[in-house]
């Protein structure tokens, strides 16, 4: 699934200077605890999160995760920005609860991929 279709199927906004729509996307993580995150690499990934400080992107460019979806209305600090946007790492958000974006993923086909 690419990117662009996760963003339609969320409702999400682009948050980074660049958001890659052509990114592939084969299954999701989601957590708030980056301790779980980091037990469940997988290629391929995005993280669904509401942790919105800088270890998230620390642990994305750790794991090589180039795509994060902020939920319920949350958005990083100005400094998680940064260093996404100096990562290349994609950012996205939604006003969606982390149950119903999992669910919305699932159901709209990113079910060969595992959801954590």
Known sequence: MKLKQIMQLLS???LTDVV???LE???ACASDMMSDVLAFPKE???LLTGLVNHQVMRTCDMLDI???CFTRGKLP???AL???NEDGISVIATDL???IASGKLYAGGMNNGTIG
């Open 44 to 46: 391929h990934m995005i």
């Open 97 to 99: 609860t982390m149950f």
């Open 77 to 79: 600090t100005a400094e």
């Open 12 to 14: 999400a906004r682009p």
């Open 25 to 27: 996307i084969s299954c």
């Open 82 to 84: 940064e260093m996404a």
């Open 20 to 22: 890659d729509e052509e």
């Open 66 to 68: 180039r795509a994060v």
